[in-house]
């Protein structure tokens, strides 16, 4: 209940002209980054930092918030009638919103992707209030112990992934980049780990040299 308050809040302090009309620009603004293949929703909010530095904290966050927002959504545009995601999230819109583009129904799934959007931000705006403390909570209970059992979890589940009736190559796989993401000096003491007195491998191995 003190996330809902805590939305109830907020709604209730940006109801104002100023505040409307950063929500108003920065959407806008945030639906043609998104439409533009290349430039990402993170790529927006990054170029709009700059402009937001000396602003209020409470303001800043509203437009950077609307700017990531409206990037996500209008990245579902280019999708639907290029076959181009706008952003990394609307891949699977392309899937399903071109075909129906090529069939006369692009009017119908730019509607969809709307009423999707909109739908789904409110839900998942109610569902982290009220659902975030208790995760919060969760979370910080989570010690050595835990994080080694979830990590050996994600690997078996990576393992099941790549192939049900062969699951070895996975788990191998995954099992070798464990043991490549212990190269390094470890992130919160600093203990160097099988870097063998190289400075080179002190920084570790970054995750495009391994994939490559």
């Given at each position: 209940m003190d996330g809902l308050i805590s939305i109830?809040?907020?709604?209730?302090?940006?109801?104002?002209?100023?505040?409307?009309?950063?929500?108003?620009?920065?959407?806008?603004l945030g639906i043609v980054v998104g439409m533009l293949p290349g430039l990402t929703?993170?790529?927006?909010?990054?170029?709009?930092?700059?402009l937001t530095f000396k602003m209020d904290a409470d303001q800043a966050i509203l437009i950077l918030i609307c700017m990531y927002v409206g990037a996500i959504y209008g990245g579902s545009r280019s999708a639907i009638l290029l076959n181009i995601p706008g952003t990394?999230?609307?891949?699977?819109?392309?899937?399903?919103?071109?075909?129906?583009?090529?069939?006369?129904?692009?009017?119908?799934?730019?509607a969809?992707?709307?009423?999707?959007?909109?739908?789904?931000?409110?839900?998942?705006?109610?569902?982290?209030?009220?659902i975030a403390p208790v995760l919060?909570?969760?979370?910080?209970?989570?010690?050595?112990?835990?994080?080694?059992?979830?990590?050996?979890?994600?690997?078996?589940?990576?393992g099941q992934l790549t192939s049900l009736d062969d699951p070895i190559k996975g788990w191998i796989a995954g099992f070798l980049g464990l043991f490549?993401?212990?190269?390094?000096?470890?992130?919160?003491?600093a203990i160097p780990r099988f870097s063998y007195g190289s400075t080179n491998l002190s920084g570790g191995i970054g995750l495009l040299p391994a994939m490559v």
């Open positions: 109830a809040t907020s709604v209730g302090a940006i109801l104002t002209s100023w505040s409307a009309l950063d929500v108003v620009w920065a959407t806008l929703a993170t790529l927006g909010v990054a170029l709009l930092t700059t990394p999230a609307n891949a699977a819109t392309a899937l399903d919103g071109f075909p129906l583009a090529r069939s006369g129904k692009a009017g119908s799934a730019m969809i992707a709307t009423t999707g959007s909109v739908f789904g931000g409110f839900v998942g705006m109610i569902a982290l209030a009220v919060a909570e969760f979370a910080l209970s989570f010690g050595a112990f835990e994080f080694f059992w979830l990590a050996v979890f994600g690997v078996l589940v990576s490549i993401a212990t190269i390094g000096q470890e992130g919160i003491y």
